[in-house]
T-cell receptor
Framework: IAGITQAPTSQILAAGRRMTLRCTQD?????MYWYRQDLGLGLRLIHY???????GKGEVPDGYSVSRANTDDFPLTLASAVPSQTSVYFC?????????????????FGSGTRLTVV | QKEVEQNSGPLSVPEGAIASLNCTYS??????FFWYRQYSGKSPELIMF????GDKEDGRFTAQLNKASQYVSLLIRDSQPSDSATYLC??????????????FGKGTLLTVNP
């Protein structure tokens, strides 16, 4: 693994089904994030985790849940998928606290999961 | 609400020209600023970051920051068709306590015409 790995790459899912999107990073970043990206709406934060064992809600958390049992993994679960959850989902990681005032705090993104709910 | 604003474009420039991408942000306390490039169907890729007022150059890319005006820009010199992508501006903002998160703009679509 180099960086962040997301799985699956794409998925077609029947409405009402449960689905878990997987995300694993090997950079030992303490913070991880899930975004969805929709045309015209940009990247919207779903959930985040500043450190293993803690999670927080972003701007569009409804219908999604996350867990952070360890540093490397941050799965995103759709309990009962709906068509409005059709989107491209990106996982990202970073340091939660800046490494110095000018530290490079940029996020590293996974390659994304294209999810279609029908 | 803390916001980052970008012109959605599309911005169209001829090959070899300078492309200028602009971004404004609402949080005056923001410290670090990032530019991501996203090709169609791909994930965002970090290309520049800046935290001091003025210019920062890296190859054909120059990031410019003016904290007083709450304005950050990205210049791409000698634009190439391979620069055609969506460019996302991101700003590091405090999210509570000593934790920070990036707030992203919606992106500007750049097209470089051969």
């Amino acid at each position: 693994i180099a960086g962040i790995t997301q799985a699956p790459t794409s998925q077609i899912l029947a409405a009402g089904r449960r689905m878990t999107l997987r995300c694993t990073q090997d950079m030992r970043h303490n913070a991880m994030y899930w975004y969805r990206q929709d045309l015209g709406l940009g990247l919207r934060l779903i959930h985040y985790s500043n450190t293993a064992g803690t999670t927080g809600k972003g701007e569009v958390p409804d219908g999604y849940s996350v867990s952070r049992a360890n540093t490397d993994d941050f799965p995103l679960t759709l309990a009962s998928a709906v068509p409005s959850q059709t989107s491209v989902y990106f996982c990202a990681s970073s340091w939660a606290r800046p490494q110095g005032a000018g530290g490079n705090y940029g996020y590293t993104f996974g390659s994304g999961t294209r999810l279609t709910v029908v | 609400q803390k916001e980052v604003e970008q012109n959605s474009g599309p911005l169209s420039v001829p090959e070899g020209a300078i492309a200028s991408l602009n971004c404004t942000y609402s949080d005056r306390g923001s410290q670090s600023f990032f530019w991501y490039r996203q090709y169609s169907g791909k994930s965002p890729e970090l290309i520049m970051f800046i935290y001091s007022n003025g210019d920062k150059e890296d190859g054909r890319f120059t990031a410019q920051l003016n904290k007083a005006s709450q304005y950050v820009s990205l210049l791409i010199r000698d634009s190439q068709p391979s620069d055609s992508a969506t460019y996302l501006c991101a700003v590091k903002m405090n999210s509570g306590g000593s934790n920070y998160k990036l707030t992203f703009g919606k992106g500007t679509l750049l097209t470089v015409n051969p």
